[in-house]
């Protein structure tokens, strides 16, 4: 148990109800739909006729993402979605089995506890049904969990190796870098953050070693695609220009391009900027509050504010961002998860709010017609109004624990430590 270890029949059992409950799901539910898979078949489809990624046609994903892609297409070939799912569903049960270890070891003893946060997690990635197995984001989420528990658990190079091998996939998780970076200059020094630093830059350059010898510094280029987007309808900054719209304070008007639907005109513009410099601050700053903490004599980084930084990390990306999709939920749920009771009961109800969006209420959100209209931007509303109320209790709690800290002379807390 102290080590956070597994054992055979509770793993077993695991599986096994991760398996039943989903089964039940897909048949009750569906396996999702929308075109994303589409996208990535025409991709591994281009690349398995010879085309070189990045060069002859241009991804708008980073290299780790076509692995994953042609995964799928040399199993079923143009049969793609059903081997597609598959992978997804791998990555699902090994983020469950994280979410598991982790709640073994936040609440050794508590088995009632452990089993509430696993099936936390099973209802609220069962509510983003539409979206669970029809976008590949439970693999960057399930690296970004596995890496977050080798930090806590002491291995330090893996865990930066893994960190780098799923920002590979999707970039995000490099946004926790500065985390894993920090911990390692105050547990070992600067030579051990060096190293560590480099093994996350290993895992993030490894995938794209396919690539470069065809297409050079072009395997960059899906970064110019990023870049180039506008406010994506369900950021919390669309969020903000529809209401000044619905308020008669400015217009605006939706339009498609990115593969996304955004918010143009108006104030549309100024609140880009402003998200520019917002993604910087809300993602960093839980970061500095956890490493404060590590910074005034405290010992070893506790699991607990581990997790909470990284949380709030997530939570800061989705809030500041310009874009923000419904499959990004999959990236917070496992993290939102084990951050108690309140982070429970948000994530689920992160998930129903957005798939209530997507797909129930998106042509209302789009065409802005009544009476469809004013309940679709009411739930957008409360489900980002749901994201800053998370992250202000997250980073709350970071700031109280690395106050807490400081004023006690660098001594751990009891209850941090016992985590």
Known sequence: MEDGRIGTRPFVLLLVAWAVFRGAQLSILGAGFGYDPNIYL??????????????????????????????PFLAGGFQYVAPF????????????????????????GD???QIVVAAGYLVATAVLHPVLYWRYDLA???????????????????????????????????????????ASARRKGWRGALRDAAWIAVGLALPALPFVSRAGLGIFG?????????????????????????????????????NAFNVRGGPAGALLAASRIAVLVLTF????????????????LPMRMW?????????????GSSVLSPQFMIWLVPLLVLTGVPGLAAAIGLAAFTTAIYPALYDALVSRQPPGYGVALACLSARNL????????????????????????GKSDIALAAT
């Open 307 to 319: 997790v909470d930084a990284a949380t709030a990390t997530v939570l800061g990306l989705l809030i």
């Open 85 to 108: 799912q598959a992978e997804m569903a791998i990555f699902d049960a090994v983020t469950f089995a994280l979410v598991f270890a982790f709640a073994r070891r936040l609440w050794p």
């Open 222 to 258: 899906f970064l110019q695609f990023q870049s180039e987007r506008a406010l994506q309808l369900e950021s919390v900054w669309a969020n903000l220009a529809l209401l000044l719209d619905a308020a008669r304070v400015s217009a605006t008007r939706i339009t498609y391009d990115h």
């Open 42 to 71: 025409s991709y591994a489809r281009s690349w398995g006729a010879g085309a070189a990624p990045y060069a002859a046609f241009h991804p708008e994903y980073p290299p780790g993402a076509l692995l994953l892609f042609i995964v």
């Open 111 to 113: 088995t009632v506890r």
């Open 386 to 409: 749901l994201l800053v109320v998370a992250y202000a209790m997250l980073v709350r709690r970071l700031a109280r624990d690395a106050a807490r800290n400081t004023v006690h002379g």
């Open 285 to 300: 700053a839980p970061q500095a509050m956890a490493l404060r903490r590590r910074l005034a004599g405290a010992p070893e």
């Open 140 to 182: 960057p989420a399930a690296l970004t969990l596995g890496a977050l528990y080798l930090a806590t658990t002491g291995r330090d190079s893996a865990s930066a190796f893994c960190l780098g091998l799923s920002a590979s996939v999707k970039l995000w998780p490099a946004a926790l870098a500065p985390l894993w970076i920090g």
